[in-house]
């Protein structure tokens, strides 16, 4: 006999404002099971897993826990019920601690009914640690970087102890180290029986942590299936609905004139700190340059210091064929021809509350305003041809940016910055929740950007990805370069040696 599934959702219906995304969905799970759940970007993946936390209500179907049926009003409900998710666009406030993002609305009281600082603090460390969360838990969020706040919320999931714990693409914005971080504490939680659903775009994750693969596609379930017997290509054919060839071929062409020179370039924070220490340095026209390394080991940093986003702090020479140029501030970096597309979409990438359009010409009104007026007719064309490009799926451009998939909203922020036409694009997890499909697209367009003689310099956290996409590949290591590998020689094993810090 059957053991009685610890969570069954059926026949989910969901649509939003008349445009259904999701068609009589099931969706089945053990206890002490790793679900992974998987499809194209706007699948409708998030969607499915916010009507199990209680973020939607209004939806049709059932949704069953031990047999017994709820329907959850609101996402504390839902966490009563022990189901606790992590989002995949990160919800900390800004503002508060570590700790106090952890444990916000359910703070330890002391007497009195004031916090409990002492012990919400040490409670906090706690989990943490066992994160390998290296940070004080009383500083504010917004000084943590975007790997680290994402383990905070995965922190935050842990800390309630739930029996149904969601992460939509937890790992996005880790490095390998952190993501095995994280399976770890994955089988820790398996152990107690808790049944995790695990939502990402990465193949080898999938086949690494899921017991099984539940596979979406266009708002239908396509079907579910043990992950250790299927097969890579089965899953991808299920995903995108067509064969498809897995492997990206490069195709840059770099020329030998040097389109942008780094030297000795070096920032520090205000306490004295070094980010990058002489980083040094050169890359030529249409060359495809990776940047690899671990969360912290200043490739974020890098990009940003060359991008002119903290002059004060930085010292060194930026040079873009062979002229010093100012790095004194974006507005000045752009000028000159550099576009930086960072890896926190909804800090400081997009505009919320704006249309998918207007989100793209953002940086690029020079481009659609003629004769000192906005022309509709070429905003829409230029956006038209994009959109089309980068298969963004929106169904009306009017639409507010936050209504579309993360992944789209990704590809909305590439297409922003490429309608700036930059000499030199610095590109930091532009893939970040991407799926498959649309990851190969733009793979596509780096190529045939570079063979435009546009110079691109990519930050990954994915080395199969570096690997197969760049020319050449440099890895930092605390701050400083510690190799820099020709396409030919690089491997996965070379990039971990220089990357892992020295003991
Ligand atoms: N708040 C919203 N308002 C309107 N449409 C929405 C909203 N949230 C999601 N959608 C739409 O629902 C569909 C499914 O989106 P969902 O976020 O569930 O996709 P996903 O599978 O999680 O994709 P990704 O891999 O990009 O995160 C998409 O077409 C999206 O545009
Ligand atoms: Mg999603």
């Given at each position: 006999?059957?053991?009685k599934?610890l969570?069954?959702?059926?026949?989910?219906?969901?649509?939003?404002s008349?445009?259904?995304?999701?068609?009589?969905?099931?969706?089945?799970?053990s206890?002490?099971e790793?679900?992974?759940?998987?499809?194209?970007?706007g699948?409708?993946k998030?969607?499915?897993?916010?009507?199990?936390?209680?973020v939607?209500?209004?939806?049709q179907g059932?949704i069953l826990?031990?047999?017994e049926?709820?329907?959850f009003k609101?996402?504390?409900?839902?966490?009563?019920?022990?189901?606790?998710?992590i989002?995949q666009?990160?919800?900390?406030?800004?503002?508060l601690?570590?700790?106090?993002?952890?444990?916000?609305g359910?703070?330890?009281?002391?007497f009195?009914g004031?916090?409990?600082?002492p012990?919400?603090?040490?409670?906090?460390?706690?989990?943490?640690?066992?994160l390998?969360?290296?940070?004080?838990?009383?500083?504010?969020?917004a000084?943590?970087?975007?790997?680290?706040?994402q383990l905070?919320?995965?922190a935050?999931?842990?800390?309630?102890?739930?029996?149904?714990?969601?992460?939509?693409?937890?790992?996005?914005?880790?490095s390998?180290?952190e993501?095995?971080?994280?399976?770890r504490?994955?089988?820790?939680?398996?152990r107690?029986?808790v049944?995790?659903i695990?939502?990402s775009h990465?193949?080898?994750?999938?086949?690494?942590?899921?017991d099984?693969?539940t596979?979406l596609r266009?708002?239908?379930?396509?079907?579910?299936r043990?992950?250790k017997e299927?097969?890579r290509q089965?899953?991808i054919?299920?995903?995108?609905?067509?064969?498809?060839?897995?492997?990206?071929?490069?195709?840059?062409?770099?020329?030998?004139e040097?389109?942008?020179?780094v030297?000795?370039?070096?920032r520090?924070t205000?306490?004295?700190?070094?980010?990058?220490k002489?980083?040094?340095?050169?890359?030529r026209?249409?060359?495809?340059?990776?940047i690899?390394?671990l969360?912290?080991a200043g490739?974020?940093?890098?990009?940003?210091?060359?991008?002119g986003a903290?002059?004060?702090?930085?010292?060194?020479?930026?040079?873009?064929n062979?002229?010093?140029?100012?790095?004194?501030?974006?507005?000045k970096?752009?000028?000159?021809g550099l576009?930086?597309?960072?890896?926190?979409?909804?800090g400081?990438?997009?505009?919320l509350?704006?249309s998918?359009?207007?989100?793209?010409?953002l940086?690029a009104?020079?481009?659609?305003?003629?004769?000192g007026?906005?022309?509709?007719s070429?905003?829409?064309?230029?956006t038209?041809r994009?959109t089309h490009r980068?298969?963004?799926?929106?169904?009306?451009?009017?639409n507010?940016?936050?209504?579309?998939s993360g992944?789209?909203q990704?590809?909305?922020?590439?297409a922003?910055?490429?309608?700036?036409n930059?000499?030199?694009?610095?590109?930091?997890?532009?893939?970040?929740?991407?799926?498959?499909?649309?990851?190969?697209?733009?793979?596509?367009?780096?190529?045939e950007?570079?063979?435009?003689?546009?110079?691109?310099?990519?930050?990954?956290?994915?080395l199969?990805?570096l690997?197969?996409?760049c020319?050449?590949?440099?890895v930092?290591?605390?701050?400083?370069?510690s190799?820099i590998?020709?396409h030919?020689?690089?491997?996965?094993e070379?990039?971990m040696?220089?990357?892992?810090?020295l003991a």
């Amino acid at each position: 006999m059957m053991e009685k599934p610890l969570l069954l959702m059926k026949q989910i219906n969901k649509d939003f404002s008349g445009v259904q995304v999701l068609y009589d969905v099931d969706f089945e799970m053990s206890a002490g099971e790793v679900m992974a759940l998987m499809g194209e970007n706007g699948a409708g993946k998030s969607t499915l897993m916010k009507i199990l936390a209680g973020v939607h209500t209004d939806w049709q179907g059932s949704i069953l826990i031990e047999g017994e049926k709820h329907r959850f009003k609101n996402t504390k409900d839902a966490e009563q019920a022990g189901i606790s998710i992590i989002y995949q666009e990160l919800n900390l406030v800004q503002e508060l601690s570590v700790a106090e993002n952890i444990f916000l609305g359910r703070e330890p009281a002391a007497f009195g009914g004031m916090i409990n600082y002492p012990k919400m603090n040490r409670m906090a460390h706690e989990i943490t640690d066992e994160l390998n969360l290296n940070v004080d838990v009383r500083t504010p969020i917004a000084q943590l970087r975007v790997g680290q706040q994402q383990l905070v919320e995965i922190a935050k999931a842990l800390s309630l102890n739930a029996r149904i714990l969601i992460m939509d693409e937890p790992s996005s914005a880790l490095s390998d180290t952190e993501t095995e971080i994280l399976f770890r504490v994955i089988r820790q939680l398996i152990r107690r029986n808790v049944a995790v659903i695990y939502i990402s775009h990465r193949m080898g994750e999938v086949f690494e942590i899921a017991d099984r693969v539940t596979v979406l596609r266009d708002g239908h379930l396509v079907g579910v299936r043990s992950a250790k017997e299927v097969q890579r290509q089965e899953l991808i054919s299920m995903m995108v609905g067509r064969d498809f060839d897995q492997f990206f071929v490069k195709e840059s062409a770099p020329q030998d004139e040097v389109a942008l020179e780094v030297n000795r370039l070096t920032r520090k924070t205000i306490d004295g700190k070094y980010l990058i220490k002489d980083v040094t340095f050169r890359v030529r026209k249409g060359e495809q340059f990776g940047i690899a390394g671990l969360l912290g080991a200043g490739r974020t940093e890098l990009l940003e210091a060359i991008f002119g986003a903290d002059f004060l702090q930085t010292s060194g020479e930026v040079k873009i064929n062979g002229q010093h140029i100012d790095y004194s501030s974006p507005e000045k970096t752009i000028l000159a021809g550099l576009s930086l597309i960072t890896e926190d979409r909804k800090g400081n990438g997009l505009v919320l509350g704006m249309s998918v359009e207007q989100n793209m010409t953002l940086a690029a009104l020079r481009e659609i305003v003629r004769y000192g007026m906005l022309s509709k007719s070429r905003e829409k064309s230029v956006t038209g041809r994009f959109t089309h490009r980068l298969s963004i799926n929106v169904s009306d451009m009017k639409n507010p940016i936050e209504t579309l998939s993360g992944g789209n909203q990704q590809k909305v922020l590439l297409a922003k910055w490429l309608l700036t036409n930059p000499r030199i694009l610095l590109l930091d997890e532009p893939t970040r929740g991407i799926d498959v499909g649309a990851k190969h697209e733009i793979y596509e367009l780096l190529s045939e950007l570079s063979k435009q003689g546009i110079t691109i310099i990519i930050v990954s956290s994915e080395l199969t990805e570096l690997l197969s996409i760049c020319d050449r590949i440099m890895v930092m290591r605390e701050g400083t370069v510690s190799a820099i590998l020709e396409h030919e020689e690089a491997s996965q094993e070379k990039i971990m040696d220089a990357a892992a810090p020295l003991a």
